[in-house]
C-alpha cells in the first residue's frame, strides 16, 4: 500500500464520484456529466490510471441471487506478528473459497476477514480451511443478518 498521495482538483474528484457511482459510465457521458469534451477526460482518466488512483472497473453482483446467502466477519486473533508469518497468512488466506476481504487490524483482534458462502455448511468448509496449518489463538465468526450500506462511494472532498 503506498502512502504517495495525488493532487487532484474539482474536475477529478467529479470524476472519481461518478465512477463510483456508476463505472459503466461511457466516456462520452461521464464527460457531458463533469463538463469536459471527450479527449480531456480520457487525458485525465489516462493520469489517473497511470497514477494508481483508479485500479480497474468491477460490476455488482448480487450474490444472494446465486445461493451465496451467508456473509461472515471473521475476527482473528494470533500469537505471531512477523512480517513473514502475515505474508504467509495472506497467501493461505487468499487461496480459500469465498474469501472477498482480508485486513490487518488494530485494536483487540489482529485480522478481520469477510468471507461470503452458501449457508453454515459453506461457513463451515472455510473455517476448516482457515485453520488449518496456522496458529490462531481466537477464531469467531459474525454472522451478518441485513446488508445495511455497502460498497458506498467515498465522497472526494
Not at 480520457?42 to 455488482?60: D, F, H, K, P, S
Not at 472477498?100 to 468471507?115: C, F, S
Request: net charge negative; proline share 1%; with cysteine.
Amino acid at each position: 500500500m503506498t502512502t504517495e498521495t495525488l493532487e487532484i482538483d474539482t474536475i477529478d474528484r467529479k470524476i472519481l464520484m461518478a465512477l463510483q457511482a456508476d463505472a459503466s459510465l461511457s466516456q462520452r457521458s461521464l464527460a457531458e456529466a463533469v463538463g469536459l469534451s471527450q479527449n480531456a477526460c480520457w487525458r485525465r482518466l489516462q493520469r489517473l490510471e497511470i497514477a494508481g488512483v483508479l485500479r480497474g472497473q468491477r460490476a455488482v453482483v448480487d450474490l444472494a441471487r446465486l445461493g451465496l446467502d451467508l456473509v461472515v466477519i471473521v475476527m482473528i486473533k494470533t500469537s505471531h506478528h512477523s512480517k513473514d508469518w502475515a505474508i504467509a497468512f495472506k497467501d493461505h488466506v487468499e487461496r480459500i473459497p469465498g474469501v472477498v476481504d482480508l485486513y490487518r487490524i488494530g485494536g483487540e483482534w489482529d485480522y478481520l476477514i469477510k468471507v461470503v458462502t452458501q449457508g453454515i455448511s459453506g461457513y463451515d468448509r472455510f473455517y476448516q480451511q482457515l485453520v488449518d496449518g496456522f496458529d490462531l489463538s481466537v477464531v469467531t465468526g459474525h454472522f451478518v443478518m441485513e446488508e445495511m450500506i455497502a460498497s458506498r462511494p467515498v465522497t472526494l472532498v
